[in-house]
T-cell receptor
Framework: DSGVTQTPKHLITATGQRVTLRCSPR?????VYWYQQSLDQGLQFLIQ???????AKGNILERFSAQQFPDLHSELNLSSLELGDSALYFC????????????FGPGTRLLVL | DQQVKQNSPSLSVQEGRISILNCDYT??????FLWYKKYPAEGPTFLIS?????DKNEDGRFTVFLNKSAKHLSLHIVPSQPGDSAVYFC????????????FGKGTKLSVKP
């Protein structure tokens, strides 16, 4: 158990809908990262937050957004969903001062029908 | 354009023998490298990392070797155990405080009893 929690574990929705994925980092970790893993793809970095502020952006679509709250949990919002958005979405957190070793949550499996 | 490549999608090894997983990278700015292990339906688990100032790092049965001139790293598992059967991801980071990781597509290791 990495200490990073993600909810829900599974999500099934329809095209055009909007969903919110939630992540709670390990106790004391200030950085939260979101990654997407599609079929046959490695993990693709989406976005990073550090202590409530956006720190880095990767291959994140404009239909996707995220935020980190004062209690440090983070939410990833996916809107106008398309079939191709079906994927595993992972959240990771890292220790302040050692940002590059990241600890991953169990993921949310999103299926868009 | 894949910056981190794991050219072997799968590897099969006998229990007790050495497993060698390979990873190549193209970005000279990468200065920190990590290996993660992933079981089905779980998030990636951090295994071991290495900074570019070193050429070897060891942790129990796991050793990572870095050859900067060849832009190549490898993970050695000795001795291999059936519980090591999983997908192994190589990841790299280009430094700074952002810390986002670039992942390879993974190598599926099967350790046969």
């Amino acid at each position: 158990d990495s200490g990073v929690t993600q909810t829900p574990k599974h999500l099934i929705t329809a095209t055009g809908q909007r969903v919110t994925l939630r992540c709670s980092p390990r106790s004391g970790d200030l950085s939260v990262y979101w990654y997407q893993q599609s079929l046959d793809q490695g993990l693709q970095f989406l976005i990073q937050y550090y202590n409530g502020e956006e720190r880095a952006k990767g291959n994140i679509l404009e239909r996707f957004s995220a935020q980190q709250f004062p209690d440090l949990h983070s939410e990833l919002n996916l809107s106008s969903l398309e079939l191709g958005d079906s994927a595993l979405y992972f959240c990771a957190s890292s220790v302040a001062g050692h940002p590059r070793t990241q600890y991953f949550g169990p993921g949310t499996r999103l299926l868009v029908l | 354009d894949q910056q981190v490549k794991q050219n072997s999608p799968s590897l099969s090894v006998q229990e007790g023998r050495i497993s060698i997983l390979n990873c190549d990278y193209t970005n000279s700015m990468f200065d920190y490298f990590l290996w993660y292990k992933k079981y089905p339906a779980e998030g990636p688990t951090f295994l071991i990392s290495i900074s570019s100032i070193k050429d070897k790092n060891e942790d129990g049965r796991f050793t990572v070797f870095l050859n900067k001139s060849a832009k190549h790293l490898s993970l050695h598992i000795v001795p291999s155990q059936p519980g090591d059967s999983a997908v192994y991801f190589c990841a790299a980071s280009a430094g700074g405080s952002q810390g986002n990781l670039i992942f390879g597509k993974g190598t599926k290791l099967s350790v046969k009893p």
